[in-house]
């Protein structure tokens, strides 16, 4: 695939966050683990990395889809576990997302907690755990907790959405 790029995404629990990405169009893999970012490498907290076709789909689209499914606007106890950041590889990339990032925020009356941090470490999660939610959609915490992100991805981005996503 060409022009396959990468980006990590943090908010919320990395089996919710592995799956959202999982299901679209354009995202060649997803890699389940936690992230610390540069500078703060030992500061890891779940996460994802995301190999996406920008062919295929957008980064402005991918992040519009993380802050839709996470707390993007809430800090909350957990937040230490479950850093909200869009992490990035290449520096050109900073810019961008700042940008993108205050787009977004223009159409919201609460501000936005995603940080946008420089890509630092990353730690795989056990395997065991990898694709845990296209792996057995009818777990509880899946049907609970993953199932209604996945369709609001179909409801409010359908056309990033592969068919195959029962």
């Not at 992040?63 to 576990?81: E, G, P």
């Amino acid at each position: 695939m060409q022009n396959v790029r990468k980006i990590g995404f943090g908010g919320g629990c990395h089996w919710c966050t592995e799956a959202v990405f999982m299901v679209l169009k354009g995202v060649a893999k997803v890699e389940q683990g936690f992230i610390g970012p540069q500078g703060d490498i030992d500061n890891l907290s779940e996460a994802v990395i995301v190999h996406y076709n920008a062919e295929v789909i957008e980064l402005k689209d991918l992040v519009a889809i993380h802050l839709d499914t996470h707390q993007s606007t809430q800090n909350h106890s957990m937040r230490h576990k479950y850093r909200s950041a869009v992490y990035y590889f290449m520096k050109e990339d900073e810019e961008f997302l700042k940008l993108i990032m205050n787009e977004f925020q223009k159409e919201l009356s609460t501000p936005i907690i995603t940080s946008i941090l420089p890509f630092g470490q990353f730690k795989s999660s056990e395997e065991k755990f990898h694709n845990y939610y296209l792996s057995d959609i009818e777990k509880p915490f899946c049907k609970t907790h993953i199932s209604p992100k996945i369709q609001l991805l179909k409801e409010k981005y359908a056309e990033h959405v592969a068919t195959k996503v029962s």
